[in-house]
């Protein structure tokens, strides 16, 4: 006799989080100019970067 697996719990995607409802419109967060729309640059502390293409961004440092 051979047991039956039990199915392992899957992670559930999180590209939802991306995307934000502010009144009837639907606003998402910086896309790649490269990759193009569902290509979402990843925010770090001091650059946002694409994933797929290692496009950068650096943030500007706050003089004081």
Sequence with gaps: MTKKEK???KVPSNKWKKYKVVGDKL???QSC???GPGHFLAK???RT???SC???IFAEAKKE
Aim: hydrophobic share 0%; charged share 35%.
């Design 7 to 9: 199915p392992k719990n």
């Design 27 to 29: 606003e998402k967060e």
């Design 33 to 35: 100019p490269r990759c």
């Design 44 to 46: 770090h502390k001091n």
């Design 49 to 51: 970067t694409c994933g």
């Design 54 to 56: 290692g496009y950068t």
